[in-house]
């Protein structure tokens, strides 16, 4: 039995990491993930969802691919690049309310000026795989001035690099994208996971994978459920102490460690769940 949406969250580098991991094992254990009907990602989950409905087998190559991801933050922080108080104030307090968002917003735009699209597309492109657009995957990211979320489709016409950018423009540690007439910043501001915008008529299993969990997570599973889904939800088991561990390049090896080991520990009751009706 597949998953009919699968959830993946944001968590920075080495939530990247954490997530391929724990996905390349629970494929290895004989589990359909790869073949779920919608792949919804936000932030670090927009990266693994690309990967992982593109070119599942190269999940392992992923936490390597996060420590230049890891080092450019590294070196962003060096230099005094953005507002780290910011992004630890975000992740702290995510929230559904789209005046916050309004106001999270504005002071991103203000701590670091909004790239194009055409910049966008040089910060991701080389990170994600090559190929069109699955129709299947969507990437959550806020806009910026009106403080609502929209989860990116193939359909919406923008490539994937640049909805990516925009999934993962962390407010203080990553530049928003200015995007037709807004500008767009991380999916994380609205909620980690975002599982609440999985859009589906009908009683399906929904799983979320979340390396970096949040408040938001149970009204999600709430609304899902009144909706008719059966909602299975992972949580990273802590591998870091603080939000700034997500971003650090010594954190990469750690969390796909930990997401390894976190897939041997739940793959036989999440193959169970699967194939109950």
């Known amino acids: 039995m597949t998953v009919d949406a699968l959830v993946l969250g944001g968590g920075g580098p080495a939530g990247v990491a954490w997530t391929s991991s724990l996905l390349h094992e629970l494929i290895g254990a004989g589990l359909p993930l790869a073949d779920s009907d919608v792949v919804l990602g936000t932030s670090a ?35 005094g690049y953005g507002d780290w108080d910011l992004l630890r104030r975000v992740v702290s307090g ?40 699955p129709d299947r995957l969507r990437v959550a990211a806020v806009n910026a ?11 919406d016409g923008i490539s994937l690099a640049t909805a990516v950018a925009c999934s993962t423009a962390a407010p203080g540690a990553a530049p928003p994208i200015a995007l037709a007439d807004s500008v767009w910043i991380d999916g994380g501001v609205r909620s980690g996971t975002n599982a609440d915008l999985v859009h589906d008529n009908g009683s399906g299993r929904v799983l979320v994978l979340a390396p970096l969990p949040d408040n938001n997570l149970a009204r999600e599973q709430a609304a899902l459920v009144e909706q008719g889904h059966r909602v299975r939800v992972i949580t990273a088991e802590p591998f870091y102490e603080s939000i700034a561990d997500l971003m650090n390049p010594e954190f990469v090896d750690i969390a796909a460690t930990a997401g390894a080991k976190q897939a041997h520990a739940v793959a036989d009751d999440l193959a169970a769940w699967l194939a109950t009706m």
Do not use: F, Y
């Open 45 to 79: 989950g927009s990266v693994v969802g690309a990967w992982l409905t593109m070119r599942p087998d190269d999940l392992p190559a992923l936490p390597q691919r996060m420590l230049e991801r890891a080092a450019w933050h590294a070196r962003n922080t060096e230099s």
């Open 94 to 133: 995510s929230t559904s309310d789209a005046e916050s968002a309004r106001s999270i917003g504005r002071a991103a735009i203000a701590a670091i000026p909004p790239i194009s699209v055409a910049q966008a597309e040089t910060l991701w492109r080389a990170t994600l795989p090559e190929g069109p657009w």
């Open 145 to 155: 001035g009106t403080g609502v979320a929209k989860a990116w489709s193939a359909s």
